[in-house]
């Protein structure tokens, strides 16, 4: 018998291979640190329809970019989804490996997710407008992942 109380389906979510691969090399160097927040990012990177680089489109949330999302509680907000060593709240520099920037990778302008906060509380997030990051250099690697290598 089928529950009254289905959880909603998540949404496809797309990333390119670069951000899957540095992603789950953060993701596997945090497995021992903070285990929590290392498999919800891998859950996300398991569910995530990877494409290369130059074939992702510009309304999709990816590592660097600037996503106006609201949310469930009426909020409005302006993030960039960084790195855990660019992060800071105070610029609207959201890590991800927070459980709102794990839920906004990968979405694409008017998709929503529900997502789980630290305190435990479900709430929902759509994606409002994206932001394209600008073109990283090459050499461009976040400090957590050159310190796993």
Same mark, same amino acid.
């Given at each position: 018998m =089928?529950?009254?109380?289905? %959880?909603? %389906?998540?949404?496809?979510?797309?990333?390119?291979?670069?951000?899957?691969?540095?992603?789950?090399?953060? =993701?596997?160097?945090?497995?021992? %640190?903070?285990?929590?927040?290392?498999?919800?990012?891998?859950?996300?990177?398991?569910? =995530?329809?990877?494409?290369?680089?130059? %074939?992702?489109? =510009?309304?999709?949330?990816?590592?660097?970019?600037?996503?106006?999302?609201?949310?469930?509680?009426?909020?409005?907000r302006r993030v960039t989804l960084v790195f855990p060593g660019e992060a800071d709240i105070a610029e609207g520099k959201v890590s991800i490996l927070t459980p709102i920037g794990a839920a906004l990778i990968g979405l694409s302008a008017g998709q929503s997710i529900n997502w789980t906060a630290r305190d435990g509380r479900v709430h929902r997030l759509t994606a409002a407008s994206v932001e394209a990051p600008m073109q990283p250099s090459a050499s461009s690697v976040p400090v957590e992942l050159r310190a796993a290598s």
């Open positions: =089928a529950s009254d109380t289905k %959880r909603p %389906r998540k949404p496809t979510i797309t990333m390119t291979r670069t951000d899957h691969g540095r992603l789950s090399r953060l =993701a596997e160097s945090y497995a021992t %640190r903070n285990p929590a927040v290392a498999d919800e990012l891998l859950a996300e990177l398991d569910r =995530a329809r990877v494409v290369a680089d130059g %074939r992702i489109a =510009a309304d999709v949330v990816r590592m660097g970019s600037a996503v106006r999302f609201v949310s469930d509680l009426g909020e409005d």
